[in-house]
């Protein structure tokens, strides 16, 4: 803000230093070769810094989309490879959108990705509003709660699993404490309830210290002077906690949102490894889908239909997320 | 002012130069990974230069791919040993791939796919050859003048399309039932039988968690467990029509095991063949429908010496039960040393190997004339492997096997899922026309 304050006062101070300008002036409004040169050698500069990336990011990003984009509208299933690459049009889309099991994909996919933002981010606020707090031993439960985050996914679903296991697991040897009948409940594959319920648990256990973490950081930077503000101004705790600390929280919940968005969408480890999309399809979601269209089908056609879709998903959603957070002026 | 920008100059010349190094990096990094890149990709297709190829002296290498582990993947060393010995002109590189069928099958698809002349021989599973063969992927085995007869017949049915033989049976793992012989005295004759005869075990040893345990997770095992039971009751696994009064007889007494008969516990629904192992080598479980690598296992000692094996039993208008299971062998259709990975298929698949894998791992020989009196002296429970090769059914031998194996198992496990009595046969008319259609279905025509 101050260096573009300082920027449209014409001839002030932030002209100093600047050839190009005085250039400018000095010839009668004629740009000065040397700074037009100066200028172009920066930007070719900027260009040259960001070629690597860019490069980088075209060959495993973009290349792989628009190659996805053209398989999908061609047939490409590989297990037939001597039939031709043939173009289809919009065939494999037709055909995903008349696919019951892909509509019940998308159903599972959005219920998953709102019942799991929910809870993370209700659970994840209580801890950073407790983590927030000054007592002894902080430092120490700010670390160890990352812990869970930083286990990668396929190995926490597998623990897991195996905590869900009735005749290993804790899970029913704990509930066992409660009512004798829960000594031996099947969680996964024998109740699709169950199943969804222990998927939560485990996606839940992975995620929550990162929108936590995420969250502390916000309420880090909130200065104590507007509690102090609306303290004196009579504000009670859940008053303060309305009118302070959610709207302030909103950038770190919004880069929390986003995230936490994103992965739920795209969610495919932790039902891969706990229940295989079962019982029968009842935890099968997009990615799954997705991943079985590719590999167990190897249609590269439909399946290229099915993850331009968790695409475009994804960014419709982080379309609608940019815009409601946006910063307001 | 005149400094500033002088500083600037010279910060610009740095970041230029910085810059350049960079890229100039990155392009030599890019350029060297894509030499490398296509420089193995020329090595790779067996040409007479690369290592793949053909060297001084008319020797050749060739890459074998298998999932081999532990015993199995020491057992194979071995082998190849004793094979290269045999054969000085012969090399053979192991790839070892991932022990996952999922990983590993994909792992052969990109190799095939990019084109790629290795590997030269590959195990393949019982139900890949159709597969392969419909992509022109695997090589025909009919140049090399093969007597298929000599072999488990069910196998070489499982290496067939259409008329043609693509892979040799390996191993072969029929899956059958086991039980406990101190707690049933005589082998049961029937399906109802194996229901009271748990029923009387369970009540009579109280150490017993349950009266049967079996694969019904959601995967491949729970379609061979499925099979194991399916003949007994009539039926047979056609995907082309899978709503059959024996498949739904078969799937509905599975179902009842669970939620009628109470001889199996909801548990199984989240169990491979490990977990099944484990119960019935751990003296939990009566009865287990499993493969024949659980004799060979460590066992509790209850249970030790008190093992029966045999082809599930036949109900009425049913014959004995036994699914096929096991590895074949088959040759890439790129590869660029044919002879030499047929030499290696027929010496692994002969009979002096086959008996020394079996001794070793417990791999079940896949030709009839291994199970000798030396396996039976090492071994003696290979006697009643033997008698479950003559009833093993391959599952359905389709190009599009994975896809009608995928809608089995949401089937199946869709089934195990609900308590209803009548859920076999309204998932079996449900899916029948989808699985037919995923059976049959010919893309792109």
Known sequence: MAAEAKAAVPGGPADAGRPGRRGRSGRGGRPAPVGHARERSDRRLGYLLVAPVLILLLAVTAYPLVYNIWNSFHFDNLSYGNLPHKWVGVQNYTAMFKSSQWVSALERTVIFTVVTIVLDVVIALGLALMMHRKFRGRGFLRAAVLVPWAVPTVVSAMLWKTMFDPRSGFVDYFLAAFHPAWASLSWLGASVDRSWIAIFVADSWKNIPFVAIILLAGLQVIPNDVYEAARIDGANWWQSFRRVTLPMLRPALSVALIFRTLQALLVFDVIYIMTGGGPGNSTQTLSFLSFQTFITSTDFGEGGAMSLMLVVLALAVSFVYVRAFRPQT | ?445
């Open chain 2, 1 to 445: 002012m005149g400094s500033s920008s002088s500083i600037r100059q010279s910060r610009g010349r740095a970041g230029m130069t910085a810059l350049s190094i960079a890229v100039a990096a990155f392009t030599a990094i890019t350029a060297a990974a894509c030499s490398s890149s296509s420089s193995s990709t020329n090595a790779t297709p067996g040409s007479s230069s690369s290592s793949s190829g053909s060297g001084a002296g008319g020797s050749q290498t060739i890459v074998f791919a298998e999932s081999g582990l532990g015993t199995e993947g020491q057992q194979t060393q071995k082998a190849i040993t004793a094979f290269e010995a045999a054969n000085p002109n012969i090399k053979v590189t192991i790839q070892v791939l991932s022990s996952d069928s999922t990983q590993y099958l994909a792992t052969l698809e990109h190799d095939f796919i990019t084109g790629s002349s290795t590997p030269d021989v590959f195990e393949s599973d019982v139900t890949y050859p159709a597969k392969f063969a419909q992509a022109g992927w695997v090589m025909p085995l009919t140049s090399f003048n093969v007597d298929s007869s000599q072999y488990f017949p069910h196998e070489v049915a499982a290496g067939t399309f259409n008329n043609t033989l693509y892979a040799m049976p390996w191993f072969d793992n029929p899956e059958g039932l086991y039980y406990r012989t101190d707690l049933i005295k005589t082998p049961p004759t029937s399906p109802a039988q194996v229901v009271s005869d748990a029923q009387a075990a369970l009540k009579a040893d109280k150490s017993l968690k349950e009266g049967l345990a079996f694969e019904a997770a959601k995967y491949e095992g729970a379609i061979t467990s499925f099979l194991t039971v399916d003949s007994a009751f009539g039926g047979t696994l056609d995907p082309t029509s899978v709503n059959t009064p024996g498949n739904v007889a078969a799937l509905g007494w599975l179902h009842d095991a669970i939620y009628k008969y109470h001889i199996a516990p909801t548990a199984v629904t989240g169990w491979q063949e490990g977990q099944v192992q484990s119960e019935f080598s751990s003296g939990y479980a009566a009865f287990s429908i499993n493969y024949p690598f659980v004799e060979a296992q460590p066992a509790a000692a209850a249970v030790k010496g008190h093992i029966g094996y045999i082809p599930f039993p036949a109900g009425t208008g049913g014959t004995p039960g036994s699914a096929l299971g096991g590895e074949m062998l088959a040759i890439n259709a790129k590869s660029a040393h044919a002879q030499a990975a047929w030499k290696l298929i027929q010496y692994l698949c002969s009979a002096p190997v086959e008996v020394a894998r079996a001794i070793a791992t417990g791999d079940p020989p896949s030709l009839p004339s291994a199970y000798t009196q030396q396996l039976y002296s090492a071994a003696p429970y290979f006697q009643d492997v033997k008698t479950l090769n003559n009833y093993s059914a391959p599952r359905p031998v389709n190009p599009n096997y994975l896809q009608v194996s995928a809608d089995l198992q949401t089937l199946f496990s869709a089934v195990y899922a609900n308590s209803s009595s009548s859920a076999a046969s309204q998932a079996f008319a449900a899916a029948n026309s989808a699985i037919a259609s995923d059976a049959s279905k010919t893309p792109g025509a």
